[in-house]
């Protein structure tokens, strides 16, 4: 089950991040300047972050999350190939808010029915899985898919072609995968108010944490490239030989550190692991070598781009009772979305501009960093190293 989630976000971010690799094919086709190709794709991440809290609340009322994951995965499909009727910027700008309506309810959904249909010791493993078949489609294998597609068929028919296979995705979540389970009626299970969640210390500063990881993840995506060859002057060979095993890194890390985390808990994880993204400024402005030293350093400081999936798909998800479980989880992803993939991600373009490439990668340490330190202040939720669950859901409330 884990897996087939992970091929479902895995299409979710196929198509998320097609404009980005169509852009050449898009931009020449439809007269875009770089800012309206900018603003075309990060609109997608603010509707992103307000569909999940909102879907999810709907799918806890009705505990029907796999039927509303059945008719995302429809509809994200159909405007995703919408994509290739664009006629301009206005037109394209309108395809890409509603498909970040339909995607941003998919992430609290799919990490729903798996948390709910995994054994506990397996939850982080199971996330791990799923992890790594996304990244394996959304970020390994769209980049070698769209552009061949496109330079033999064009952008536009590109779009029709890679729905098909979520469109598949959509009829096997339907036909084989189990619904989470539901809670037993009961008026201590009905879902919780908004304010209560906000009260829950792992909700609140997760979604402080979830945000500074999303940024690390953002602004490395954007400006690590630009600083390795416009900066320390590598060939474009050269850096895409540390990218690749930046995001080789990254695949191994979205496997391996969930699955930790069953054993070792959610916090000593986040704890360590985030604290490696500060190796990215040190060692890129500090290292005087070639291009393996900077792949080494980027081994090392891609494994806080694979946290995200902890804090976003996990921790919220076991700080909560059942019938609040997507809600949380939309939740934490629609303030990391709104502030780490838009808000911080913008102003450090702004602040790059006159401090120089360098600044950028500084701040994205300094993201990594503090969601390290935060981290010590979370609740551990893993259930080896639990509390017992009454005093837990105690616990879980800040005064």
């Given at each position: 089950?884990?897996?087939?989630?992970?091929?479902i976000?895995g299409?979710?971010m196929?198509?998320?991040r097609?404009?980005?690799?169509?852009?050449?094919?898009?931009t020449?086709?439809?007269?875009?300047s770089?800012?309206?190709?900018g603003?075309?794709?990060?609109?997608?991440?603010?509707?992103w972050?307000?569909?999940g809290?909102?879907?999810?609340r709907a799918?806890?009322r009705?505990?029907?999350?796999?039927?509303y994951?059945?008719a995302?995965i429809?509809g994200?499909?159909?405007i995703?190939?919408?994509?290739g009727?664009?006629?301009?910027?206005?037109?394209l700008?309108?395809?890409?808010?509603?498909l970040?309506?339909?995607e941003?309810?998919?992430p609290?959904?799919?990490?729903t029915?798996?948390m709910?249909?995994?054994?506990h010791?397996r939850?982080?493993?199971?996330?791990?899985?799923?992890?790594?078949?996304?990244e394996?489609?959304?970020?390994?294998?769209?980049?070698?898919?769209?552009v061949?597609?496109?330079?033999?068929?064009?952008?536009?028919?590109t779009?029709?072609l890679?729905c098909?296979p979520?469109?598949?995705?959509a009829?096997?979540?339907r036909?084989?995968?189990?619904?989470?389970?539901?809670?037993?009626t009961g008026?201590a299970?009905?879902?919780i108010?908004?304010?209560?969640?906000?009260r829950?210390?792992?909700i609140?500063?997760?979604?402080v944490?979830?945000?500074?990881?999303i940024?690390?993840?953002?602004?490395?995506?954007?400006?690590?490239p630009?600083y390795?060859v416009?900066?320390?002057?590598?060939?474009?060979?050269?850096m895409?030989?540390?990218?690749t095993?930046?995001?080789?890194?990254?695949?191994?890390?979205g496997l391996?550190l969930?699955?930790?985390?069953?054993?070792?808990g959610?916090?000593?994880?986040?704890?360590?692991?985030?604290?490696?993204g500060i190796?990215?400024p040190?060692?890129c402005?500090?290292?005087?070598?070639?291009?393996?030293g900077?792949?080494?350093?980027c081994?090392?400081a891609?494994?806080?781009?694979?946290?995200?999936?902890?804090?976003i798909?996990?921790?919220p998800?076991e700080?909560?009772g059942?019938r609040d479980?997507?809600a949380?989880?939309?939740?934490?992803?629609?303030?990391?979305e709104?502030?780490?993939?838009?808000?911080?991600?913008?102003?450090?373009?702004l602040?790059?501009?006159?401090?120089?490439?360098?600044a950028?990668l500084?701040?994205?340490?300094?993201?990594?960093?503090?969601?390290?330190?935060?981290?010590?202040?979370?609740?551990?939720?893993?259930?080896r190293?639990?509390?017992?669950r009454?005093?837990?859901?105690v616990?879980?409330?800040?005064?």
């Amino acid at each position: 089950m884990a897996g087939l989630m992970g091929l479902i976000f895995g299409a979710v971010m196929f198509d998320r991040r097609a404009i980005g690799f169509l852009a050449p094919f898009i931009t020449t086709d439809l007269h875009l300047s770089n800012a309206q190709l900018g603003v075309a794709a990060a609109s997608t991440s603010l509707t992103w972050a307000l569909a999940g809290f909102p879907v999810g609340r709907a799918a806890d009322r009705t505990g029907r999350h796999k039927s509303y994951l059945v008719a995302i995965i429809l509809g994200f499909s159909l405007i995703s190939a919408a994509s290739g009727l664009a006629a301009g910027f206005l037109s394209l700008l309108a395809i890409r808010l509603c498909l970040g309506l339909a995607e941003g309810a998919v992430p609290p959904l799919m990490n729903t029915l798996v948390m709910g249909n995994s054994a506990h010791h397996r939850r982080g493993l199971n996330i791990g899985i799923l992890t790594f078949f996304s990244e394996l489609v959304g970020a390994t294998l769209a980049p070698i898919l769209l552009v061949g597609l496109a330079s033999r068929f064009g952008w536009r028919m590109t779009f029709f072609l890679v729905c098909l296979p979520a469109l598949a995705l959509a009829l096997c979540v339907r036909r084989w995968l189990p619904d989470a389970p539901r809670a037993p009626t009961g008026v201590a299970d009905q879902p919780i108010a908004f304010r209560a969640l906000l009260r829950n210390r792992n909700i609140l500063l997760g979604a402080v944490i979830a945000a500074l990881l999303i940024a690390f993840l953002a602004i490395t995506s954007i400006f690590l490239p630009l600083y390795l060859v416009r900066v320390r002057h590598l060939t474009a060979v050269e850096m895409g030989l540390v990218m690749t095993v930046f995001g080789a890194a990254s695949l191994t890390g979205g496997l391996v550190l969930p699955a930790l985390s069953d054993w070792l808990g959610r916090k000593p994880v986040l704890v360590v692991f985030a604290a490696l993204g500060i190796f990215l400024p040190l060692g890129c402005v500090t290292w005087e070598g070639g291009a393996m030293g900077f792949a080494a350093i980027c081994a090392v400081a891609a494994l806080p781009t694979t946290l995200p999936h902890l804090m976003i798909g996990i921790i919220p998800a076991e700080s909560v009772g059942i019938r609040d479980r997507a809600a949380a989880t939309g939740l934490v992803m629609g303030a990391a979305e709104m502030f780490g993939g838009f808000a911080i991600p913008s102003l450090t373009g702004l602040m790059a501009n006159h401090a120089g490439l360098a600044a950028a990668l500084i701040l994205a340490g300094g993201c990594a960093m503090v969601a390290s330190l935060l981290s010590l202040w979370l609740l551990e939720t893993a259930p080896r190293l639990q509390l017992p669950r009454a005093t837990v859901h105690v616990a879980l409330e800040t005064p």
